[in-house]
């Protein structure tokens, strides 16, 4: 693998990320606590707010995607990051002005995540025309990094901000952020793509789709994926009350555990690339949804060994283990999907997202009819299920990172 310097216009990427994703982490944490401390909302009223936040992801990941592969890349990240921008500071306007109330609030949260959706389909699909093909897991890991310390240290930030400063500072900083990043896009040298006639949506999102579900690499990595976010989204459903009742978890001690999560992000995204220069591409491929299985094993042992630190095992596992997938999974989408087709396929990669509420649900059933201990036992079969799926396929047969393909390469619909 190379170890060429990722060049000048990539890092202008990086650190627009950065800037973005920081934006995105501070606001999503100052929103329900300015709703509740500032607007006086109840519980109910707040979890409104938090599908406002949410909606996006389903709604407009497929539409961006298309767009990403119709016009500029770079130039519909920086309207995106802008109009995030613009919705973050009519927010501290309308609090200046006392005029912020939950539905406004609501509605200009969720002008903010469609920004963010539009980034994080966009970036995927521009990072493979700045960078060469041997430097992809080096850049993807950049990217996971920018995106791992953002989510780690950003809701604290936004908590910290709205305590101490109040609520305009807190989303004045992160529009703040997101202005940046629309400076360090409008800069960013985007190389010229072949133009592609344009047919009808329809039949462009199925095109997408097609190659998704027909590629032999891409489709179980997809299910993998699918199956991994149900896995994880149960166990986070029960977690909280489980740790207060059955390991005696305080507050603090909840928060620590759930914090083993975020440094697990950070570590994994460090050594990525050198795990990725150690073992077969594949192998890499191989070890998130294992580690995955690992975790939550460890996790439903703490029904016979009640101990937090094997809960904080897991959530460092689980925060490790799916970088590394992340990287290893982006790197070869990149490499095997014709660039003509990197939003739309970036697209359906977020849309298996879908399976978290599927999780939650789970959780919310089968620990209201059960117990927290069955949804855990439930979480680790599923995980074993998507280490199987992965385990099954021929990705993880791949010696080394596949050859990038063109835009002449076949597209079965």
């Known amino acids: 693998m190379s170890t060429t310097p990722l060049p000048d216009t990539f890092n202008r990427l990086a650190w627009s990320n950065l800037a973005a994703q920081s934006a995105e982490q501070i606001a999503l944490a100052a929103a329900p606590i300015v709703a509740v401390l500032t607007l006086g909302v109840a519980e109910g009223e707040t979890g409104l707010l938090q599908t406002a936040l949410t909606l996006p992801f389903v709604l407009f990941a497929i539409p961006a995607g298309l767009l990403a ?57 521009l990072v493979p025309s700045l960078v060469q093909a041997d430097a992809l897991p080096a850049a993807n890991a950049r990217i996971e990094l920018a995106r791992t310390i953002a989510f780690a240290s950003g809701p604290a930030l936004g908590g910290t901000l709205v305590g101490w400063f109040g609520a305009s500072p807190a989303f004045g900083f992160a529009a703040a952020l997101s202005a940046i990043a629309v400076v360090l896009l409008a800069g960013l040298y985007e190389p010229a793509r072949t133009p592609v006639p344009r047919r009808n949506p329809l039949q462009e999102i199925r095109e997408g789709a097609a190659f998704v579900f027909h590629h032999p690499l891409l489709r179980p990595v997809f299910v993998t994926q699918f199956i991994f976010n149900t896995g994880w989204f149960l166990q986070l459903a ?176």
Do not use: K
């Open 238 to 413: 029960v977690f909280v009350p489980y740790a207060v009742r059955h390991l005696g978890l305080s507050a603090a001690g909840v928060g620590v555990v759930l914090a083993m999560y975020g440094v697990g992000m950070v570590i994994g995204a460090l050594v990525a690339t050198r795990v990725m220069r150690r073992f077969a591409f594949g192998t890499v491929v191989g070890l998130g949804p294992v580690t995955g299985f690992v975790a939550a094993l460890v996790m439903a042992l703490t029904v016979l060994a009640p101990a937090a630190w094997l809960a904080g095992l897991s959530f460092f596992l689980l925060g490790v283990g799916p970088i590394l997938w992340v990287i290893s999974t982006t790197t070869l989408r990149q490499s095997v999907t014709p660039p003509r087709l990197l939003g739309r396929v970036s697209a359906i990669n977020i849309m298996s997202y879908g399976a978290r509420p599927l999780g939650s649900a789970l959780g919310a059933i089968v620990g209201g009819f059960y117990s927290a201990e069955a949804c855990l036992y439930l979480a680790a079969t599923i995980f074993a299920v998507q280490a199987l799926v992965i385990w099954l396929s021929p990705a993880v047969a791949l010696d080394r990172q596949p050859e990038m393909v063109g835009d002449s390469a076949a597209v079965r619909c």
């Open 69 to 125: 592969d119709r016009i500029s890349r770079r130039a519909l990240m920086a309207g995106a990051e802008a109009l995030r921008a613009a919705a973050l500071a009519a927010i501290v306007l309308l609090i200046a002005l006392g005029a912020l109330n939950l539905p406004l609030l609501a509605a200009l949260g969720f002008a903010a995540v469609c920004g963010t959706v539009v980034y994080s389909v966009t970036a995927p699909a």
